[in-house]
């Protein structure tokens, strides 16, 4: 799913802002420093030369050092990883303490403290206190301190007339080495904690985000998101299949009929929008908007109820309601039933003329039809849950034939045809036995004499659930019916308890598969869409 840029954080974009930063570490940049810095105090000394502005007190000595510490900072850039694996332990510290004698080297052939370069020893200082953190930055801090003031001593002892004792300058700077050092330490510290708080939300940030995406890829409710000029930003797969030749609305243009709804609502929010069918087929959706404000546009959100789906539960309420009932009067009516049967039945033993024996068979017909309708609610009322496995749909076409066969039915007039013989479904296989039998025989029922049968099954391409069609060439239901066809006790003919249809569907919402009926020019279609093998719940 393509979420909108305004809304999320592309995980690969940020993933690759990570890498690149991983390449400029702290440690990295001051290597990189240390080369530039080699080669820049090489490259001054000789295009100044014979006037070297800086290593003019020892011009020998200070080349030698200057290019000596360009082969070391070179050679260790690129061999920092084995240095790393032989060092473990000092790795970290020998940069610090090489700059700190290399450039205190520098600075004696450079005058001394007078020539300025004492102030590169901060930058190692403060290099030292953001990578070595604790004792290891304040003693590369004493070092440069130790350091600059034996070479103020030194180089004092070398000039005649002057006082080695006078370290003023060398003290206050190592003051300031030292005041460096705690300072960055402790920006440092608050920024580690920084990062390791912002790298803790990030990470939250993604688990919030991959939690969503499962939730409205999941969701039966469709949701589509549109910015000002009515682009979809985002649609989940509910929403798609609401729409005809819809493979994916992201990245489309919605749809005229939903941007007449949209400024209807403008207009009035408070005012009761009626429900929007965008297939000919397709179910009525009840359409809601909400405003969606962020940067650097606002966007809006719409909600598209399938009213099926509300319809059906509040039936699955009342019909909870009244099955409780049901079973209830069952029971109270089986006992004077039986009662009828036993005396009917006492009745046949008897002598008796046509007229009377007429009249028994069709009391006791109508028993058994009572008793027949009073075991479906009964069934019905104690019905057990659904235990859904995973298993190949051509063992239930299988057991269909076989089961069409024990009950008289002739399977040769039954044809199965698969897209995908290896095709997977998730359900309670004694329950679709029950739906494939139920639809195959209510086919043969109410088909005529020479009804054919078709079983056809596939993968929706738009959302990867198998399918399987059940498909007769008989004569078809009316069009007044196909309103009421899935309620209970509703039924076409005389015989029919009207239980069959409904029993069909609850099993297929029990397994989170759906049932319909599907229009067709001749005949009769039911389609069941079952829920992806891969996934428990859909």
Not at 60 to 72: D, F, R, S, V
Not at 91 to 116: C, K, M, Q, R, Y
Not at 343 to 370: C, K, T
Not at 462 to 484: E, Y
Request: with cysteine; aromatic share 8%; proline share 5%.
């Amino acid at each position: 799913m393509n979420y909108p840029s305004q809304m999320t954080t592309d995980p690969a974009a940020s993933d690759q802002v990570g890498a690149n930063q991983s390449l400029w570490t702290p440690a990295r940049v001051y290597d990189t420093y240390r080369v530039l810095l080699a080669f820049s105090l090489v490259t001054v000394f000789l295009f100044t030369w014979p006037q070297p502005l800086i290593g003019q007190s020892n011009p020998g000595l200070y080349l030698g050092t200057a290019i000596t510490y360009l082969i070391i900072t070179v050679l260790s850039a690129a061999l920092r990883h084995r240095i790393n694996a032989l060092l473990r332990s000092w790795t970290p510290l020998l940069p610090f303490v090489a700059d700190v004698l290399f450039v205190t080297t520098l600075i004696h052939a450079s005058g001394g403290i007078e020539s300025n370069l004492g102030i590169l020893l901060v930058v190692s200082v403060a290099a030292a206190s953001i990578i070595v953190l604790g004792r290891g930055g304040l003693f590369i801090a004493a070092l440069a301190t130790i350091s600059i003031m034996f070479e103020q001593f030194w180089f004092s002892l070398q000039l005649s007339g002057t006082n080695p004792l006078q370290l003023t300058e060398p003290a206050l700077l190592g003051v300031a080495f030292f005041v460096t050092s705690v300072i960055v330490q402790q920006i440092s510290i608050r920024l580690a904690h920084s990062e390791a708080i912002a790298e803790q939300r990030r990470q939250a940030i993604h688990q919030l985000e991959a939690i969503n995406k499962q939730i409205v890829e999941r969701m039966r409710t469709g949701i589509i998101v549109l910015d000002p000029q009515f682009n979809v930003l985002l649609a989940n797969p509910a929403a798609d299949l609401l729409f005809e030749n819809a493979a994916r609305l992201t990245g489309t243009v919605a749809p005229a009929q939903l941007k007449d709804l949209y400024y209807l609502w403008r207009a009035n929010p408070a005012q009761h929008r009626p429900s929007a069918q965008f297939t000919a087929t397709g179910p009525k959706v009840m359409v809601r908007f909400a405003n969606l404000y962020l940067e650097p546009a606002p966007l809006t959100l719409v909600f598209l109820e399938d009213q099926r789906h509300l319809a059906q539960e509040a039936q699955q309420l009342k019909l909870s309601s009244l099955g409780r009932l049901s079973a209830t009067i069952a029971h109270e009516i089986r006992n004077p039933l039986s009662a009828i049967n036993h005396a009917a039945g006492l009745l046949a033993d008897g002598e008796q003329n046509a007229e009377d024996q007429r009249l028994l068979e069709i009391i006791q017909a109508h028993v058994s039809r009572v008793n027949s309708i009073i075991d479906d609610v009964l069934n019905l009322s104690r019905r057990q849950s659904s235990a859904a496995q995973r298993y190949p749909l051509r063992k239930s076409t299988q057991r269909l034939m076989e089961a069409l066969e024990s009950h008289q039915l002739s399977s040769a007039h039954v044809a199965v045809r698969e897209d995908s013989p290896s095709l997977e479904v998730r359900f309670d296989p004694d329950q679709l036995d029950q739906v494939l039998f139920n639809l195959v025989s209510n086919a043969f029922k109410h088909g005529g004499d020479d009804v054919r049968v078709e079983l056809l099954s596939g993968i929706d391409k738009r959302n990867g659930l198998p399918w399987l069609r059940v498909k007769d060439n008989g004569t078809g239901i009316d069009d007044t019916a196909t309103q009421n066809l899935f309620e209970p006790f509703f039924t076409t003919s005389r015989q029919g308890t009207g239980l069959g249809l409904f029993v069909c569907r609850e099993l297929c919402e029990a397994n989170q598969a759906r049932l319909d009926y599907e229009p067709a020019t001749s005949g009769t279609t039911f389609v069941i869409t079952f829920a992806h093998p891969d996934r428990m719940f859909q």
